[in-house]
């Protein structure tokens, strides 16, 4: 593997721009399905694909603490296609169609204490008529609350999938779209509550104590900061 060396010089900081020159920690964001060119070499260059996940995963003080994945739609969302979980309100939820949560369970082989994260770019197919209206300026009054149980479920029943395939549990989720401009305050606190009170139609096994305190990501927004829940 090449090797690339460069210089971070503070004297270039630009001290007027406040937040912005705030180090928060570094993450992985894996989208798009884009992350299946690392499965790639899983498969064809094994010995490349340790070496990249040490470097990234690895150490004593490793480079990223985060890695938060797309709950694909099966849709073309950017720059490639997340496969969706789930295709139906009834199919049992599948977190090997993509990359992200296999790449999750590997990178916690190498640093345990790994956080995670899950957020949706949009939604499948089954669940897009009645969130249509999600990227709206007003996606809390035109969204149906009849429309809350069955995207809870969505991401519910991929978390227990995840549990059940590779032994992790979320740590994070956005209830709410990626880079949304007009944050869903009422979803996201129907969402929350019903997180913390979730109590019946896990698997035996399943940790529902650790899933109630799963952490609520209120909103992933890019454009304003103004939400206040």
């Given at each position: 593997?090449?090797?690339?060396?460069?210089?971070?010089?503070?004297?270039?900081?630009?001290?007027?721009?406040?937040?912005?020159?705030?180090?928060?920690?570094?993450?992985?964001?894996?989208?798009?399905?884009?992350?299946?060119?690392?499965?790639?070499?899983?498969?064809?260059?094994?010995?490349?694909?340790?070496?990249?996940?040490?470097?990234?995963?690895?150490?004593?003080?490793?480079?990223?603490?985060?890695?938060?994945?797309?709950?694909?739609?099966?849709?073309?969302?950017?720059?490639?296609?997340?496969?969706?979980?789930?295709?139906?309100?009834?199919?049992?939820?599948?977190?090997?169609?993509?990359?992200?949560?296999?790449?999750?369970?590997?990178?916690?082989?190498?640093?345990?204490?790994?956080?995670?994260?899950?957020?949706?770019?949009?939604?499948?197919?089954?669940?897009?008529?009645?969130?249509?209206?999600?990227?709206?300026?007003?996606?809390?009054?035109?969204?149906?609350?009849?429309?809350y149980e069955p995207m809870?479920?969505?991401?519910?029943?991929?978390?227990?999938?995840?549990?059940?395939?590779?032994?992790?549990?979320?740590?994070?989720?956005?209830?709410?779209?990626?880079?949304?401009?007009?944050?869903?305050?009422?979803?996201?606190?129907w969402f929350a509550d019903?997180?913390?009170?979730?109590?019946?139609?896990?698997?035996?096994?399943?940790?529902?104590?650790?899933?109630?305190?799963?952490?609520?990501?209120?909103?992933?927004?890019?454009?304003?900061?103004?939400?206040?829940?």
């Open positions: 593997m090449n090797q690339t060396s460069f210089v971070i010089d503070g004297e270039q900081l630009d001290l007027n721009a406040k937040d912005a020159n705030t180090f928060k920690g570094f993450g992985y964001l894996s989208c798009n399905n884009s992350s299946r060119l690392l499965l790639d070499y899983k498969w064809e260059h094994r010995d490349s694909y340790d070496q990249i996940l040490q470097i990234l995963f690895g150490g004593k003080h490793p480079l990223m603490r985060m890695l938060k994945v797309e709950m694909g739609d099966d849709a073309n969302t950017s720059s490639g296609t997340e496969p969706a979980t789930m295709r139906s309100a009834s199919e049992t939820a599948n977190v090997n169609r993509g990359a992200g949560f296999q790449l999750i369970a590997d990178a916690k082989k190498i640093q345990p204490n790994l956080k995670t994260a899950i957020l949706r770019w949009g939604e499948p197919g089954w669940l897009r008529k009645d969130w249509f209206n999600a990227k709206s300026a007003d996606p809390d009054g035109k969204v149906p609350a009849t429309s809870y479920q969505w991401y519910k029943q991929t978390i227990i999938s995840a549990y059940q395939t590779y032994g992790f549990l979320i740590d994070y989720i956005d209830p709410d779209r990626n880079e949304t401009k007009h944050p869903m305050v009422k979803w996201i606190k019903r997180l913390e009170n979730d109590q019946s139609e896990f698997p035996n096994d399943f940790p529902i104590s650790r899933y109630q305190q799963i952490k609520i990501i209120a909103a992933d927004q890019n454009y304003e900061r103004d939400l206040s829940i």
